[in-house]
Every structure is written in C-alpha cells, then in structure tokens.
C-alpha cells in the first residue's frame, strides 16, 4: 500500500529564508508525486508535480521539489519565503495505474513565515 | 473560466441526521473525487465517479454514498452522522482518470456534526 509521509508538522522560518519541506513515499509501485499548497479556508491548489523525466520539477510561486527515488523522497524547498507563502502544504501520492487518479496525502506541514 | 464549485459552504448538522453535499465540476472534466479532511489531518479519499461509473472507494462505512449525474455534477450523501463526521469535504474534479490529469480542487464544505 502507498503512503507519505510528512516529517514535520510545523516549520517556522523568517521573511526571505530558504525553506525545506520534507516527504518521503512508500510504494511498491512506480508513483506520481504532488505538492499542494492550502491556505486559510480553502482548497487545495497544485504547487507542483512529478510525473517522469528531470527529477527536478519546478512549480509556480517560486517552489521546486527534487524526486530522489533511491531515498524515497520528494523534498519541497524555496530560496526565499515570502509572509503571503504561510499556509499548510500537502504532499501527495498516485499510482499512476491508470484505473483512477485517487491521491493519498500527507498530514501536511503547516510553514509559518515571520517577519 | 469557472472552477470547481461546492455547495453549500458550511453546514451544521446534529447527530444521526443525514446530509447531502454537492459538487459541479469544471466544464469539461468526466471525473469527480471526494475527500475527506479532518482538522489537522491531510485530505482521506472517499470515493472517485468517472462517466457517472464509481471507480474507486475509499476505507469508509457504508453511510457514505456518491452518484454522479449526466451533467458529470455529484452529490455525496453521509447517512447516521456521528460527531467523527466533522471535517472538511472537498471535491476535485479532472478530464480523466489517469494520474497525469490533474485534479482541481473546489473551496470544500465544512460539515459540522453536532
């Protein structure tokens, strides 16, 4: 069975720090993996995803994440956080079996950027 | 154009009642997923509904049911609440199946099981 997870519940950074979000995966399958970003009273929106190819995958609002299969991983990192990046990030998990497209997330890690 | 859209936005309900939430997905998009998002907790799937088929159900009670209209729109009913009921229920919906196609997330309903 798939699952993520999110070593940290919380991570405090000042304005205009570099910041890493950690996910590790277990799968006994070739995977799909996302990141999520979720702001106060809202949805989820799609940061950034790894489907095949560079195993460097950049998303929008600066985020990169890097997909290391030998460790399992698919770390999130920004050079430089901004006040408006404090929100709770997901990172999830597919199959890619192509019978569906389900997602099995994370607890998420809630990144707290202070001025 | 016009994201996923759910309604209705908040919702209180006492124990034992029942509840039906909706969905209307983006114009275009054949699939619907459900998932449920308890405070402090990733989201949990709940059920996946492709040309109004179910193709996939996550590990919930049977209280829980979806169906999926011709207008690929859907509503997830939740029979017998219990107060483990309370959370956030998103919908997202994609133009297929395969994990490729993104899921677009709705704004959620937040139930609240008195």
């Known amino acids: 069975a798939q699952s993520v997870t999110q070593l940290d519940s919380q991570v405090p950074v000042f304005e205009e720090a570099p910041v890493e979000l950690r996910c590790n995966y277990s799968?006994?399958?070739?995977?799909?993996l996302f990141w999520y970003v979720q702001y106060p009273n809202q949805g989820l929106q799609l940061l950034l995803k790894y489907l095949s190819g560079s195993t460097l995958v950049k998303g929008i609002n600066g985020f990169e994440a890097e997909f290391n299969k030998s460790q399992t991983s698919f770390h999130l990192r920004k050079p430089s956080v901004h006040i408006s990046d404090t929100a709770e990030y997901f990172c999830a998990v597919s199959d890619g079996n192509g019978a569906t497209n389900k997602l099995i997330f994370g607890t998420g890690t809630l990144l707290a950027v202070q001025p | 154009d016009a994201g996923v859209t759910q309604s209705p936005t908040h919702l209180i309900k006492t124990r034992g009642q029942q509840v039906t939430l909706r969905c209307s997905p983006i114009?275009?998009?054949?699939?619907v997923s459900w998932y449920q998002q308890v405070l402090g907790q990733g989201p949990q799937f709940i059920f996946q509904?492709?040309?109004?088929?179910?193709?996939g159900r996550g590990n919930f009670p049977d209280r829980f049911s979806a169906r999926q209209f011709p207008n690929y729109s859907s509503e997830l009913n939740v029979n017998a609440l219990l107060l483990g009921d309370s959370a956030l229920y998103l919908c997202?919906?994609?133009?297929?199946?395969?994990?490729?196609?993104?899921?677009?997330f709705g704004p959620g309903t937040r139930l609240t099981v008195l």
């Open positions: 997202a919906s994609s133009l297929g199946l395969g994990s490729y196609n993104e899921q677009f």
């Open positions: 509904y492709y040309e109004k088929e179910e193709r």
């Open positions: 799968s006994s399958v070739s995977v799909y």
């Open positions: 114009s275009g998009h054949k699939s």
